[in-house]
């Protein structure tokens, strides 16, 4: 079984996550420049053997499509043609944010730490990542 990799994109950067090979754990892994992002998981692909993505979508309170929902859906297009070997699932990702900043406030980091924008991706996808695998033991 391979791993399952989850990204919370953004404009400017994407937090990522991923799993053990067991899919028991998620851990946070990195946080890459947007523009950077395939080229990233091309060479962790050929590194790690991963069957799998989770992307997360931002949709607005209601549901409905916000700025960022476009590309994000883009992404998942790009993960499609570029790793057709892979599944690559979509989940709403409302409140990871919210969430990922109160894990930090709650972990005791600094305002420094709170400030680094990166870290919050990295926390928001692994938000995403530990939400997919409750769901997927079901």
């Given at each position: 079984m391979?791993r399952?990799l989850?990204?919370?994109p953004?404009?400017?950067?994407?937090?990522?996550?991923?799993?053990?090979?067991?899919?028991l754990i998620?851990?946070?892994?990195?946080?890459v420049?947007?523009?950077?992002?395939l080229?990233?998981?091309?060479?962790?692909?050929?590194r790690e053997?991963?069957?799998?993505?989770?992307?997360?979508?931002?949709?607005g309170?209601?549901?409905?499509?916000?700025?960022?929902?476009?590309?994000?859906?883009?992404?998942?297009?790009?993960?499609?043609?570029?790793?057709?070997?892979?599944f690559?699932?979509?989940?709403?990702?409302?409140?990871?944010?919210?969430?990922?900043?109160?894990?930090l406030l709650?972990?005791?980091?600094?305002?420094?730490?709170?400030?680094d924008?990166?870290?919050?991706?990295?926390?928001?996808?692994?938000?995403?990542?530990?939400?997919w695998?409750?769901?997927?033991?079901?």
């Open positions: 391979g399952v989850a990204i919370d953004g404009a400017r950067r994407c937090g990522l996550a991923v799993t053990d090979p067991l899919r998620a851990t946070a892994l990195d946080t420049d947007a523009g950077a992002l080229d990233h998981l091309r060479r962790y692909l050929h053997a991963v069957d799998g993505f989770v992307v997360g979508v931002p949709r309170l209601d549901g409905g499509p916000t700025d960022g929902t476009a590309p994000a859906l883009a992404l998942v297009e790009s993960l499609r043609k570029t790793f057709p070997q892979c690559v699932e979509v989940v709403d990702e409302r409140f990871t944010s919210v969430l990922a900043e109160r894990t709650a972990s005791g980091k600094g305002r420094q730490a709170r400030r924008k990166g870290q919050l991706d990295r926390i928001s996808a692994t938000i995403l990542l530990q939400d695998l409750r769901r997927a033991a079901r």
